[in-house]
């Protein structure tokens, strides 16, 4: 960290704020049908299941389309660490993932996430950093559970 003022989010928490087993919610997000493009764009993922209307309805297993799997995994990212806020500043990095999709989100669908912490220890090595395991449990709008994983994190510690 340098010695210029930063400038942190409200939110925003050091490692040492954060205790084993606490639990918190993140806010919804909306699967858009722009969002499903977007990411078929830059994925180059043109799979009839989620840009065939056609195909999605009379052959897929889902009866309509469906976004990717990993857009879906991107979507949580972008709520566990930009809607909430509580990294601005502070996450170092993103080191791992665990993530099973058990049910199809759809377009239209809002999925939010439920989290615990369920690892939490300071860095041997480099006490200006510390890790964390989430636990994730994703859920659409009937309270479904549409994903749960694990996501490994380091955070900084607050200097001391």
């Not at 209307?53 to 469906?66: H, K, M, Q, T």
């Not at 857009?71 to 791992?96: C, E, K, P, Q």
Request: aromatic fraction near 10%; charged fraction near 20%.
């Amino acid at each position: 960290m340098t010695d210029v003022a930063r400038t942190y989010h409200p939110a925003t928490r050091f490692h040492q704020d954060y205790q084993l087993g606490e639990k918190f919610w993140t806010p919804g997000r909306t699967v858009t049908e722009a969002d499903v493009v977007i990411y078929a764009m830059v994925s180059g993922d043109w799979s009839p299941p989620h840009t065939d209307a056609d195909f999605a309805e009379n052959v897929s297993p889902w009866g309509r389309r469906i976004a990717h799997g990993m857009l879906t995994t991107t979507v949580v990212a972008g709520l566990l660490s930009g809607r909430l806020g509580y990294m601005d500043g502070t996450g170092i990095a993103f080191a791992g993932l665990h993530f099973d999709l058990t049910l199809p989100v759809y377009i239209g669908d809002t999925i939010h996430c439920e989290v615990e912490i369920t690892k939490h220890k300071p860095s041997s090595s480099k006490p200006e950093r510390g890790f964390m395991e989430w636990s994730i449990t994703v859920l659409n709008q009937h309270g479904e559970v549409v994903a749960r994983g694990t996501w490994e994190l380091v955070v900084a510690r607050r200097p001391e």
